[in-house]
T-cell receptor, first 115, second 110 residues
Framework: DGGITQSPKYLFRKEGQNVTLSCEQN?????MYWYRQDPGQGLRLIYY???????QKGDIAEGYSVSREKKESFPLTVTSAQKNPTAFYLC??????????????FGQGTRLTVV | EDQVTQSPEALRLQEGESSSLNCSYT??????LFWYRQDPGKGPEFLFT???AGEEKEKERLKATLTKKESFLHITAPKPEDSATYLC???????????FGTGTRLTVIP
C-alpha cells in the first residue's frame, strides 16, 4: 500500500541534543512538507520541498533543518537551537509541486518530548 | 492578516443528532479550502477540497459547503465512529502552504 511512513512514533530528547525524525513516502509525490502541531494551535509549517535537492523555510523554521537527497525521503532534524521542541510532528506530501493545491497525504506523526 | 477560525472548539452529539461545524476565514485571495479529519495520535486524513463559493461536496454522512466568508461541514445522523477532530485549512494565493484552523473536536455519544 502506498503511503507516508514516519518514524519513530515516539521520541525522547535530552536538553542540548539534536534528533532526526524520519519521513519516507512511496507515492511518487514531488512535494513534501513538515508541520508541527501543538495543543490549541493549528498546524504550522516548518519546511517544505518541491523537488529533490531543494527546500524552503516555512513559518517556523528556526531551530530545524532538513534535507531532500532522494524523492522518497525528507528527514527533519530538531537541533538544540529549538527552544521548545516538545510537539507532535507531521510529515505530508502532495503529488503536485504547486504548493498544497491538491490533496495532501499525511504520515501518522512523531511525538517528540524533551526530558 | 490571514486568519482561519473554527467553531465550536468542541461539540458533543447524541448518535443521530445532526449538526454543523463552522470554518470562517479572512484571507487575501482564496485558492482552495480543505477539510481534514484527525483521529487522536494520528495524522490528518483528507476529506474535501472546495474552490469557489457555492460549491458543495458530499461523502457518506458529511457534506461540505463554501461561501465567500466561511465553510460548513454538515454531519447528518452521526455515528460514534465519526468522533474525531475536524480541521479546516485554506490555501491563499501566492502562499506556499496551507493555513490551518485549530479544529473542532467532535464526540458522538451512542
Amino acid at each position: 500500500d502506498g503511503g507516508i511512513t514516519q518514524s519513530p512514533k515516539y521520541l525522547f530528547r535530552k536538553e542540548g541534543q539534536n534528533v532526526t525524525l524520519s519521513c519516507e513516502q512511496n507515492l511518487n509525490h514531488d512535494a513534501m512538507y513538515w508541520y508541527r502541531q501543538d495543543p490549541g494551535q493549528g498546524l504550522r509549517l516548518i519546511y517544505y520541498s518541491q523537488i529533490v535537492n531543494d527546500f524552503q523555510k516555512g513559518d517556523i523554521a528556526e531551530g530545524y533543518s532538513v534535507s531532500r537527497e532522494k524523492k522518497e525521503s525528507f528527514p527533519l532534524t530538531v537541533t538544540s537551537a529549538q527552544k521548545n521542541p516538545t510537539a507532535f510532528y507531521l510529515c505530508a506530501s502532495t503529488k503536485d509541486r504547486r504548493p498544497m493545491n491538491t490533496e495532501a497525504f499525511f504520515g501518522q506523526g512523531t511525538r517528540l518530548t524533551v526530558v | 492578516e490571514d486568519q482561519v477560525t473554527q467553531s465550536p472548539e468542541a461539540l458533543r452529539l447524541q448518535e443521530g443528532e445532526s449538526s454543523s461545524l463552522n470554518c470562517s476565514y479572512t484571507v487575501s485571495g482564496l485558492r482552495g479550502l480543505f477539510w481534514y479529519r484527525q483521529d487522536p495520535g494520528k495524522g490528518p486524513e483528507f476529506l474535501f477540497t472546495l474552490y469557489s463559493a457555492g460549491e458543495e461536496k458530499e461523502k457518506e454522512r458529511l457534506k461540505a459547503t463554501l461561501t465567500k466568508k466561511e465553510s460548513f461541514l454538515h454531519i447528518t445522523a452521526p455515528k460514534p465512529e465519526d468522533s474525531a477532530t475536524y480541521l479546516c485549512a485554506v490555501q491563499v494565493a501566492g502562499a506556499n502552504n496551507l493555513f490551518f484552523g485549530t479544529g473542532t473536536r467532535l464526540t458522538v455519544i451512542p
